[in-house]
């Protein structure tokens, strides 16, 4: 398999255990946005809320990932 690294940044309410914020993780080359959520381990029904940017734009779940993206992961909080 071969791998390849990304930029990984989210908001602080999101609990990616085996992926610390801001670092650089590696990932399997060729992996989407979607298939990077679930492996980060961000499944369920509230997932569809989360946004991903890559490299400041925003992606969508069949992108696929590139060495060096850097992908932000945000998550809009309600209330009220």
């Known amino acids: ?19 610390p ?3 650089t993780v590696q990932v399997d080359q060729g992996l989407t946005v979607g298939e990077f959520l679930k ?5 369920g ?3 569809r809320h989360i946004t991903a940017f ?3 734009e925003q992606g ?3 992108q696929q990932l590139k060495d060096g993206d850097r ?4 998550l809009p ?3 009220g």
């Open 1 to 19: 398999m071969i791998f390849m690294e990304i930029e990984l940044e989210y908001v602080s309410f999101l609990d990616l255990p085996n992926f």
């Open 60 to 62: 969508s779940r069949r």
């Open 21 to 23: 914020n801001n670092s």
């Open 54 to 56: 890559v490299n400041g």
């Open 77 to 79: 909080a309600g209330g």
């Open 45 to 47: 029904p509230d997932v």
């Open 39 to 43: 492996q980060a381990g961000l499944t």
């Open 71 to 74: 992908i932000f992961l945000y």
